[in-house]
Nanobody
Framework: VQLVESGGGLVQPGGSLMLSCEVS????????MAWYRQGSGKKRELVAR???????NYADSVKGRFTISSDNHTNTAYLQMNNLTPEDTAVYYC??????????????WGQGTQVTVSS
């Protein structure tokens, strides 16, 4: 099982990006998916999380600007990021709690995708 991320890049302040994270491999279910980020010299922090039932929560710094969503059929999570600022520059990591076909839950991380907000 792997988490495959895409969508990072360079964007100007005020711009938008969408990140995607797809679960690759044979699984039973996904309990939740989340996006974390880690800026240079900073601790990794939770950005947004979505549960299988659709409940979401966000870091205060991104509320009203970022939206997390998921497609339960393709086991893909998305992070729509609007009105980006230089403070959003970081490596963004996908994280998921996945239940295997043996009904064991495990925590998985993606490889990270760089988001740079700069003029």
């Amino acid at each position: 099982v792997q988490l495959v991320e895409s969508g990072g890049g360079l964007v100007q302040p005020g711009g938008s990006l969408m990140l995607s994270c797809e679960v690759s491999g044979t699984i039973f279910s996904v309990n939740w998916m989340a996006w974390y980020r880690q800026g240079s010299g900073k601790k990794r922090e939770l950005v947004a999380r979505i549960a299988a039932g659709g409940n979401t929560n966000y870091a205060d710094s991104v509320k009203g600007r970022f939206t997390i969503s998921s497609d339960n059929h393709t086991n893909t999570a998305y992070l729509q990021m609007n009105n980006l600022t230089p403070e959003d520059t970081a490596v963004y990591y996908c994280n998921a709690a996945i239940v295997s076909i043996y009904f064991n839950e495990a925590d998985y991380w993606g490889q990270g995708t760089q988001v740079t907000v700069s003029s």
